[in-house]
Structures are given as structure tokens and as C-alpha cells.
């Protein structure tokens, strides 16, 4: 068994910046892909940015150039750096990690407070 563990979230100005961490617990069991959900008050869980074991990427939309998702596979770490912060950012992320396999794991969730 494993679990995803994110971190990084917090309260920043409008403008400001965060960088949101999400570990796995075993370094022996990697990923094909991950990526980063969010989830607003009274809104639906939605896709902010994937990656797979290589290095393409994906992005919502309304986060297009303001964030970038990486991983370092050696540390078993997913990235989600996030630029530009706007008061619509406010939401509670969360780290998405699929098996090879395709089992489907969650962190537990990190808070984004963007004050305006």
C-alpha cells in the first residue's frame, strides 16, 4: 500500500506565489501518471494540471501559464508551482497518483487561501 501525502498549501496575497509538494510513502512505487485536483466551495473536484512518467504535461485551461506541475521521480515528488494567485485559485488541492497498473491514489489534500 501507499499514500500521497501534499503540502506547500497557506494563505497569499493576490499576485503572490506557492509551491505545493506531494510525496509518495514508498520510494519503490512510482506512478504512470499524477497530477493535481482541486476543489472550491460548493464546486466539483477539477483537473488542474497532469503529468505522466515522461514529461508531458496538461493544463486546465485557467491555470495556463501561471502554473507548472514537475515531478522528480528519484525523491518519488510531485510539484505544482503556482504563480500569478488570483482570490478564484482559493480551493482545497489535491495530489491524484495512478498505478501502472491503474489503481487510483489521493492525498489528503492541501488548502489554498488566495486573499484579494
Known amino acids: 500500500q501507499v499514500q500521497l501525502v501534499d503540502s506547500g498549501g497557506g494563505l497569499v496575497q493576490a499576485g503572490g506565489s506557492l509551491r505545493l509538494s506531494c510525496t509518495g510513502s514508498?520510494?519503490?512505487?512510482?506512478?504512470?501518471?499524477m497530477a493535481w485536483y482541486r476543489q472550491a466551495p460548493g464546486k466539483q473536484r477539477e483537473l488542474v494540471a497532469g503529468i505522466n512518467s515522461g514529461t508531458t504535461t496538461n493544463y486546465a485551461d485557467s491555470v495556463k501559464g501561471r502554473f507548472t506541475i514537475f515531478r522528480e521521480d528519484a525523491d518519488n515528488t510531485l510539484y505544482l508551482q503556482m504563480n500569478s494567485l488570483s482570490p478564484a485559485d482559493t480551493a482545497v488541492y489535491y495530489c491524484y497518483g495512478e498505478s501502472h497498473y491503474g489503481r487510483v491514489y489521493w492525498g489528503q489534500g492541501t488548502q489554498v487561501t488566495v486573499s484579494s
Open positions: 514508498r520510494r519503490d512505487f512510482t506512478f504512470r501518471r
